[in-house]
């Protein structure tokens, strides 16, 4: 059974840092994409970046790009997220997603998120 | 940056009756669209990818089509746990979803 563990959300003062993690069990985890994806509250989702199985293409949507860096362990099955200069408007519930290929194809299971608070 | 562009934001049918939702590209896209279905306080599922492909374990009442710019989720009968957000997806510049369409009970 494919699982998606996230950790490392809480509350964060604005302009502070934060290192959320991503821990996957049931599937060959170098051999597909990850994602981060996040929701506001009450909100849609939002692509937040993107990594492919060797980490030779990463991307990121244009609200993070400068502030955040994924990476992954694939000897560890385990996807990164670091957050730095946090705002308010980056407050939401961030998803883990596989993707169903190496590349960028769409995103077949979900963890259940962790929720970043970004508040004084 | 490509923009998907939902409609209807909000669709109200009855159990049994077919659901029709369109999402637009601001340019072509090929045929790199996918379609979510999101209930409350649960993560996403994916239901379609490459515009026409149901993902495993999807019924075959839900089905994608279309490509370049107009793309189609067609939910053939609706079943009472298909009332829910449903979300476009594009991959042909990064990722981008759209903003949703909600189909609840008339």
């Known amino acids: 059974e494919v699982q998606l563990v996230e950790s490392g959300g809480g509350l964060v003062q604005p302009g502070r840092s934060l290192r959320l993690s991503c821990t996957a069990s049931?599937?060959?985890?170098?051999?597909?994409?990850m994602h981060w994806v996040r929701q506001a509250p009450g909100k849609g989702l939002e692509w937040v970046s993107g990594i492919n199985w060797n980490s030779g293409s990463i991307g990121y949507a244009d609200s993070v790009k400068g502030r955040f860096s994924i990476s992954r362990d694939n000897a560890k099955n385990s996807l990164y997220l670091q957050m730095n200069s946090l705002r308010a408007e980056d407050t939401a519930l961030y998803y883990c997603a596989k993707d169903i290929g190496a590349y960028y194809r769409g995103l077949d299971y979900w963890g259940q998120g962790t929720l970043v608070t970004v508040s004084s | 940056e490509i923009v998907l562009t939902q409609s209807p934001a909000t669709l109200s049918l009855s159990p049994g009756e077919r659901a029709t939702l369109s999402c637009r590209a601001s340019q072509s896209i090929s045929s790199y669209l996918a379609w979510y279905q999101q209930k409350p306080g649960q993560a996403p599922r994916l239901l379609i990818y490459?515009?026409?492909n149901r993902a495993t374990g999807i019924p075959a009442r839900f089905s994608g089509s279309g490509s370049g710019t107009d793309f189609t989720l067609t939910i053939s009968s609706l079943e009472p746990e298909d009332f829910a957000v449903y979300y476009c997806q594009q991959r042909s510049n990064w990722l981008t979803f759209g903003p949703g369409t909600k189909v609840d009970i008339k």
């Open positions: 490459d515009a026409s």
């Open positions: 049931g599937f060959t985890f170098d051999d597909f994409a």
